[in-house]
């Protein structure tokens, strides 16, 4: 890990502390950080608290003050945190379950969220029980127990559903016609690499890994190949090669 993102992190779980007090009982870092496949100038930074009872609102408006980017600026492109009960990140629900959502970052949009019920059903509501999923296999624990013993995995049918709905939901994202690059596309591609791994092989990878995991045998290998040059600079592939293979993917999911 960064020593600027270790020291952030650091200082984040200190800040946390100070105001949810001894009802904080775990911080893990999630995301790209978690699976060491963080990426300087493109990854977020993720984080997951713990908290043994929701957070009072006095409490829950003062750790986004105390965690905006204003406040604590984020070495990387934001902090995307998200405040979890212990009996919530324990049950496997696929339910967004949060206390607190917060996104904040010098280049991301500011957001604070207080109930999962405020959140724009547009934006997903599936992220949640992925990125917990996620943190069961690979949450670097800050703070508290490890993370494969306080998160659950939902069961395997509402898992593959939910990455279903992920495929859905970046295939109705608008991307430039026909062979015009798409920039961000190339992170659509390797997010469907990402759900197709975790099916086929039952493990969690970085998208950069997944998608050479799939181009290992894969007939659209270059167009995967060609989204983790995109990934380290080079040009994003076209919106219809994108979605042409994101199509596959889910035609793979959804008939599993």
């Given at each position: 890990?960064?020593?600027?993102?270790?020291?952030?992190?650091?200082?984040?779980?200190?800040?946390?502390?100070?105001?949810?007090?001894?009802?904080?009982?775990?911080?893990?870092?999630?995301?790209?950080?978690?699976?060491?496949?963080?990426?300087?100038?493109?990854?977020?930074?993720?984080?997951?608290?713990?908290?043994?009872?929701?957070?009072?609102?006095?409490?829950?408006?003062?750790?986004?003050?105390?965690?905006?980017?204003?406040?604590?600026?984020?070495?990387?492109?934001?902090?995307?945190?998200?405040?979890?009960?212990?009996?919530?990140?324990?049950?496997?629900?696929?339910?967004?379950?949060?206390?607190?959502?917060?996104?904040?970052?010098?280049?991301?949009?500011?957001?604070?969220?207080?109930?999962?019920?405020?959140?724009?059903?547009?934006?997903?509501?599936?992220?949640?029980?992925?990125?917990?999923?996620i943190l069961r296999q690979s949450g670097l624990t800050l703070l508290g127990p490890p993370a494969a013993e306080v998160f659950a995995d939902?069961?395997?049918?509402?898992?593959?559903?939910?990455?279903?709905?992920?495929?859905?939901?970046?295939?109705?994202?608008?991307?430039?016609?026909?062979?015009?690059?798409?920039?961000?596309?190339?992170?659509?591609?390797?997010?469907?690499?990402?759900?197709?791994?975790?099916?086929?092989?039952?493990?969690?990878?970085?998208?950069?890994?997944?998608?050479?995991?799939?181009?290992?045998?894969?007939?659209?290998?270059?167009?995967?190949?060609?989204?983790?040059?995109?990934?380290?600079?080079?040009?994003?592939?076209?919106?219809?090669?994108?979605?042409?293979?994101?199509?596959?993917?889910?035609?793979?999911?959804?008939?599993?």
């Open positions: 890990m960064r020593d600027d993102v270790r020291d952030y992190l650091a200082d984040l779980v200190r800040r946390s502390r100070d105001v949810l007090g001894d009802d904080l009982v775990g911080a893990y870092a999630a995301g790209s950080v978690g699976l060491g496949a963080y990426q300087p100038g493109r990854s977020d930074v993720d984080v997951a608290l713990l908290v043994a009872a929701s957070p009072a609102g006095a409490a829950r408006r003062a750790l986004v003050d105390r965690l905006r980017h204003e406040a604590l600026p984020c070495p990387a492109r934001g902090l995307e945190l998200v405040v979890y009960r212990r009996d919530v990140a324990a049950s496997g629900t696929p339910e967004p379950g949060f206390e607190v959502e917060l996104n904040t970052g010098a280049t991301m949009p500011f957001r604070a969220t207080y109930d999962p019920a405020d959140r724009p059903a547009a934006d997903g509501r599936f992220w949640y029980a992925l990125d917990r999923s939902p069961a395997p049918t509402v898992l593959r559903a939910l990455l279903v709905d992920a495929l859905r939901w970046w295939l109705a994202l608008p991307t430039p016609p026909g062979d015009a690059p798409a920039p961000g596309a190339e992170d659509a591609v390797l997010g469907a690499c990402r759900a197709l791994v975790r099916c086929r092989d039952g493990v969690w990878l970085g998208k950069v890994d997944a998608g050479l995991r799939v181009a290992a045998d894969d007939p659209d290998a270059p167009l995967i190949r060609a989204c983790v040059a995109a990934r380290r600079g080079g040009p994003p592939p076209s919106g219809a090669a994108a979605r042409a293979f994101q199509r596959r993917v889910l035609a793979q999911l959804d008939d599993g």
